[in-house]
């Protein structure tokens, strides 16, 4: 049974940083792509982040230069690091593993991150 865990999330001045990250059970993050997606109040879910199987990282206009997502293999954990963080970040930050051929995708439950100007 797949489930990923995200932690880091909070309170945060603008400018400041926060690391969140993702504990994955049930696969190995190196297999799938995996990313990190957002969602404002009133808002679509959006892309933010992700990270192939082959390392491959693309992020999205709003956060390149800013945002950094790596994983480690060994702790089944990815993460995203958030520099120089503006009130805008301000949403709940999901984690999935994509899906893959007959392998489903999955998401986390959410993590707020909330960004005070």
């Known amino acids: 049974q797949v489930q990923l865990v995200e932690s880091g999330g909070g309170l945060v001045q603008a400018g400041g940083s926060l690391r969140l990250s993702c504990a994955a059970s049930?696969?190995?993050?190196?297999?799938?792509?995996m990313g990190w997606y957002r969602q404002a109040p009133g808002k679509q879910r959006e892309s933010v982040a992700r990270i192939t199987t082959g390392g491959t990282s693309n992020y999205a206009d709003s956060v390149k230069g800013r945002f950094t997502i790596s994983r480690d293999n060994a702790k089944r954990t990815v993460y995203l690091q958030m520099n120089s963080l503006k009130p805008e970040d301000t949403a709940v930050y999901y984690c999935?593993?994509?899906?893959?051929?007959?392998?489903?995708?999955?998401w986390g439950q959410g993590t707020q991150v909330t960004v005070s100007s």
């Open positions: 999935l593993q994509e899906s893959s051929g007959l392998v489903p995708g999955h």
């Open positions: 049930g696969i190995i993050v190196n297999a799938y792509t």
